[in-house]
């Protein structure tokens, strides 16, 4: 479905769909992949915080 609308981009968008298509299919795994980002967010955010507090 995607491939007609890249086939003239250039090579290294291929890359860029193989990482698409192996993005989470299943429900658990995209429920995962969002705790992760959220957990991410909650670590970096006070860091990000508290330096600029610091300012």
Known sequence: ???????DAPP???EV???IDKSPRTP???LL???VF???IAV???IFALF????
């Open 1 to 7: 479905m995607r491939r007609h609308l890249i086939d």
């Open 12 to 14: 290294d968008l291929d």
């Open 17 to 19: 769909e193989a990482i």
């Open 28 to 30: 658990t795994d995209r």
């Open 33 to 35: 992949t969002l705790l």
């Open 38 to 40: 959220l957990l991410a």
């Open 44 to 46: 970096w955010l006070p």
């Open 52 to 55: 600029v507090a610091s300012k």
